[in-house]
């Protein structure tokens, strides 16, 4: 149960993020605020990291395969787009979109078992789930 919470946080927090670096935006550039975004995240995770966990810091190279470590690359096209879709969209109907977005590339990352996922059965009721978070979508923008 405390997972349902944590994602919830999640969702929250991103989309009030989205709004936050769409500001930034504006007063500065689209890659200067991701920057900056990029290096604030980086700070309050070496701050978390110094008063919670102390493992060893560099142990993260330790990751096999080796291209799991461009997730940080990821961060910053992830901070673009946001951005970018929120301005173009405005928040709520950017937001319903990466959420589907992630719902149906991570289901795909579950059925095919890519990058270490563990690989599960395909589920017509999943699909049916996804068919009705995209109609929600269709409905969402129907004028």
């Known amino acids: 149960m405390i997972g349902f919470f944590i994602a ?32 604030s995240a980086f700070a309050v995770c070496i701050i978390a990291w110094f008063i919670s966990e102390r493992s060893p810091l560099l142990s993260v190279f330790r990751v096999e395969p080796k291209y799991m470590l461009l997730g940080g690359a990821f961060g910053a096209f992830i901070t673009y787009t946001v951005i970018k ?45 996804m068919a009705v978070a995209v109609a929600g979508i269709i409905i969402f923008k129907w004028k």
Not at 120 to 127: A, H, T, V
């Open 8 to 39: 919830l946080l999640s969702g929250a927090l991103m989309s009030i993020q989205g709004v936050f670096n769409t500001q930034v935006t504006k007063a500065s550039g689209i890659w200067a605020a991701s920057a900056f975004v990029q290096l």
């Open 85 to 129: 879709s929120m301005e173009m969209l405005g928040p709520a109907k950017a937001v319903m979109i990466i959420v589907i977005s992630q719902l149906i590339v991570a289901y795909l990352l579950e059925v095919t078992g890519l990058f270490g996922v563990e690989k599960q059965p395909l589920s017509g009721r999943k699909i049916l789930g």
